[in-house]
């Protein structure tokens, strides 16, 4: 089956739950083209596709990752999602499935649908990132004092970026090393491989998700109770509050 997955990143892993459910479920591999409708890609479409290739092409649910040339036949456009009428109903996963799955099918406790080698020495440690999003707003001080909170029952926390600004923006930089990952993937491995992550609602948070890290999120406002309020319900290690 032939998917086309699109922007902004954090989008891009959620979607990649509904390829890898119906392999699950006995459906053959999926054939993934990439593109740029409906958004743009943070770092642009071809160093996307470059990133991602590897994490991507090592997933057991894909035959194949390609850019998409506009000549391919689609079977599903994953990037539709943002005109389905569930968009504000529910958490991304049940979005991504329900949209193109009926009746909704039950979601086994725990789901991961992105798998990444992990890498030693960082299973105690507290991975952090608050990115940089349009209506997040700054922190509040209750929200500084929960970052605060959870960081102090690690003893290593590392802030991991390849923007350093969110870092020199970061309250709590002083209480936290900065660590620039090479890669995407890197990146991925890290956060698979510490205790935890603890971050905002953003692209990290969506690959946290599909990672199943268990994670406690910062949310944002009035979009707070949309996507990841409930997944507790079906994730055991997960724990959110909303910045006010």
């Known amino acids: 089956m032939n998917y086309l997955a699109c922007p902004k990143l954090g989008d891009f892993f959620h979607s990649m739950i509904l390829p890898k459910f119906l392999y699950d479920c006995g459906n053959g591999k999926a054939d993934i083209y990439l593109c740029e409708y409906y958004d ?3 770092s642009g479409l071809e ?11 090592a997933q057991d649910f894909v035959a194949s990752f390609k850019l998409f040339t506009g000549s391919e036949k689609i079977d599903i456009d994953l990037g539709s999602f943002r005109m389905s009428p569930l968009l504000a109903n529910g958490p991304f996963w049940q979005l ?3 949209t193109w799955i009926r009746p909704l099918p039950d979601l086994p406790k725990n789901y991961k649908w992105i798998e990444v080698p992990k890498i030693s020495g960082y299973q105690d440690v507290l991975y952090i990132n608050r990115s940089h999003i349009w209506n997040g707003g700054p922190m509040s001080e209750k929200t500084i004092e929960k970052y605060r909170q ?3 029952l690690y003893e290593r926390k590392i802030f ?10 970061f309250p709590l930089k002083n209480e936290c090393e900065l660590l620039v990952p090479k890669s995407l993937m890197e990146m991925c491995q890290i956060m698979s491989s510490c205790s935890k992550f603890l971050g ?3 692209g ?3 690959i946290a998700s599909a990672l199943n890290v268990p994670r406690i999120g910062e949310l944002m406002g009035y979009r ?3 996507h990841y309020i409930n997944d507790n319900i079906w994730y055991d290690n997960v724990e959110f509050f909303i910045n006010e």
């Open 40 to 42: 743009k890609f943070n």
């Open 47 to 57: 160093n996307t596709y470059s990133e991602l290739q590897d994490i991507i092409d």
């Open 96 to 98: 991504f499935l329900h």
């Open 150 to 152: 959870v960081m102090s």
């Open 160 to 169: 991991v970026t390849s923007e350093t600004i969110q870092y020199d923006e």
């Open 200 to 202: 905002n609602q953003s």
């Open 204 to 206: 990290p948070l969506a």
């Open 224 to 226: 707070a109770h949309l």
